[in-house]
């Protein structure tokens, strides 16, 4: 699956890595619905390096089609909020 960090590029993710990131993803959406701006950005920063680390970067010039598009780190709670469906960031079952 090709993932889009906004402002930073693509990576290339495996499938099997969907558990973690999916955890992460309840976390933050809890952390949003409460208003934690703490926790959101703490666990925000843990998807997103959970992401990079996890997958293999595109080249800047790639012009793969993204199937999962994440916040920026510098997104606030409320941009994060209008970017969530109901199961968060990340859907439950990586897209086929």
Known sequence: MIVRIMGEGQVKLDDSHFPKLNELDDELMTEVEQGDREGFQRTLSALLHAVRTMGTPLPDDSLEPSEL????PESSIDDVRAMLSE???IPLEPPS
């Open 87 to 89: 199961d968060g960031l």
């Open 69 to 72: 598009i994440l916040p920026s």
